[in-house]
């Protein structure tokens, strides 16, 4: 239930701090006294779209702040602990909207997204007003209300309908790894037999580009290299080089290495210099000597490089990548070569897995034409107390047999439509083809009487649907009020006198005048207040023949 609610600067309302009753709640007031800012505040804080102009004029950001109260076994309970928000049974949410556009929400202090507030507030709080789009006029929905009614029955099927769904598809996965049909087959085994054999074809060395590069950076610079290697070599072994230079050095050196163990060490050195040099220079001439441009060796390596570089654009990055792929391709070949028997078996898997399916399919059916015909046979029943005495509701649901049913979904393969005449000798139609304002009105009314113990939601919220009605439908409407408010919250906005009467809190919404600005105030009633709004609202003057009229009508609510 919805214990506490906090509004600061929304509309006309500056702060506000309103604590409801778990039964029924009643909000009324003078046409424009602010009761829709009460609703507008509520869906905000449920998850409603943020508008900035709900800010009260000259202030920077609106606030409202919900406080529930609910059963630790419940759903919204269950969905705050996938988000791994801790909760002892009390679900406090706050949402906060700036000028700027800025929107935060928290949840127990966690802050959460639009998403996951809505995931939560959506089990907590459903609710009902003339101008919206009504839930139940959307046939999904529509299912949803008769599963809910079937319970863990349903649930049940359900979870098996999704594991035997998932089965299938993985043959189905398996099959297509396996080429698919025969006409898909054969397509792949040609696309993988040119694969194969474009490969094979090249017959790659792993390494093998990047020596070839190499040797092709030597064919293009051969003219560089060949200059650059007569260059070093004419330098230490022209005549006075760096050889005669170094050879020069060590007679001298020689002549004194006798005398100290440095000079001796100094000779030595210059003898290995020597050696190095004098090799370097033969290595420098060889190289010269075997430099040679092939032009027939130059096309070959353009025309690999250029193969190589095709091949790793569609097969991978460098020729190792490119040989894991040939062997992948042969034994998917093989594979698929292979395959018939395999997919025959994964094909009667299939099979057997449609079988089962449509099997469910069929109990659930069942199950919930069994629920629904009860299901109308109370809303039916309801109706006929709330004054639409020709009311004739069914649901009606579309055949299917194997070869038609739905077997790719969890839901089965049910589509229904809630079909409804309000008047004698009119026949049925879809329900959002008939039903008037003030029908649906109660209509609705009729279906939560009979689903308050079924849906887990904690809270009702109806606004004004008591409109267009009064003396006789008006009491039952108020009757079917505290018959839903013995399991259920109730938040009603009314300008029924009866519907105020059975009220177990009565809040009187109203504008007052401070400082220049209008204010809109909310005022719990105590029980002489609570008199004089029914009062009011019956549009008696205020004299004890009304007095006593307005106490007569709480009492006819008392248990």
Request: hydrophobic share 40%.
């Amino acid at each position: 239930m919805l214990h506490r609610l906090h509004i600061k600067n929304v509309a006309l309302i500056s702060e506000a701090d309103i604590e409801f009753d778990e039964k029924l709640n009643v909000l009324s007031g003078e046409t424009g006294s602010g009761k829709s800012v009460i609703l507008e505040s509520i869906n905000f804080v449920l998850g409603s779209k943020a508008d900035r102009t709900m800010i009260r004029f000259g202030e920077q950001e609106a606030t409202v702040r919900a406080e529930f109260v609910v059963d630790g076994e419940c759903e919204a309970i269950r969905q705050l602990r996938e988000y791994d928000i801790d909760t002892d049974g009390e679900i406090i949410i706050s949402r906060r909207l700036t000028v700027d556009g800025k929107s935060a929400v928290k949840i127990n202090g966690n802050t959460v997204t639009a998403a996951m507030l809505k995931a939560v507030t959506l089990r907590l709080v459903d609710v009902h007003g003339q101008s919206e789009h009504f839930y139940l006029l959307n046939e999904d929905n529509q299912l949803k209300v008769i599963d809910g009614i079937c319970g863990d029955a349903v649930r049940e099927i359900k979870a098996e309908l999704s594991a035997l769904i998932l089965g299938k598809r993985q043959c189905r996965a398996k099959i297509a790894e396996l080429g698919g049909d025969e006409g898909e087959r054969a397509r792949k085994l040609d696309l993988l037999k040119y694969q194969i054999s474009e490969i094979e074809a090249a017959d790659l060395k792993d390494g093998e580009f990047d020596a070839l590069k190499s040797k092709q950076d030597i064919i293009v610079n051969t003219e560089k290299i060949f200059g650059a290697l007569n260059v070093v070599h004419s330098l230490f072994s022209d005549d006075g080089g760096c050889i005669d230079d170094i050879s020069t050095a060590r007679h001298y050196i020689n002549t004194i290495s006798a005398f100290s163990a440095e000079y001796d060490e100094i000779n030595a050195r210059l003898e290995n210099v020597y050696a190095e040099m004098s090799d370097i220079s033969e290595a420098v001439a060889d190289l010269a000597e075997n430099l040679t441009f092939d032009e027939e060796e130059a096309r070959f390596i353009d025309e690999r490089l250029s193969l190589i570089k095709g091949l790793r654009k569609k097969y991978g990055a460098d020729e190792k990548q490119i040989l894991a792929f040939l062997d992948k391709a042969r034994a998917q070949y093989d594979a698929i070569a292979d395959s018939v028997a395999a997919i025959e078996k994964y094909q009667k898997e299939i099979a057997r897995f449609e079988d089962k399916i449509y099997e469910l399919c069929v109990r659930l059916t069942e199950l919930r034409k069994s629920a629904a015909q009860s299901f109308c046979k109370d809303v039916t029943a309801e109706l006929r107390t709330l004054n639409i005495k020709d009311a004739v509701f069914e649901v009606r649901f579309c055949d299917y047999d194997r070869q038609t049913a739905n077997l790719q979904s969890p839901d089965g393969s049910d589509n229904i439509s809630f079909m409804f005449s309000a008047n004698k000798g009119e026949p049925l139609k879809p329900l959002n083809k008939v039903i008037s304002g003030g029908e649906m009105s109660r209509f609705m009314l009729a279906v939560k009487t009979c689903l308050k113990n079924v849906n887990g939601i904690s809270t009702y919220i109806f606004d004004e649907i008591d409109s267009g009605i009064s003396g006789y439908t008006a009491k039952m409407v108020a009757e079917k009020f505290v018959n839903i408010s013995k399991s259920t919250q109730i938040l009603a906005v009314s300008h029924l006198p009866q519907i105020c009467a059975a009220s177990t809190a009565q809040f009187l919404i109203y504008k007052e005048e401070s400082g220049g600005k209008t204010l809109t105030k909310v005022k719990k009633l105590n029980d002489e207040e609570k008199i004089d709004e029914i009062v009011r609202l019956t549009g008696n003057v205020h004299s004890e023949a009304a007095v006593m009229h307005a106490k007569e009508l709480i009492d006819q609510f008392k248990s």
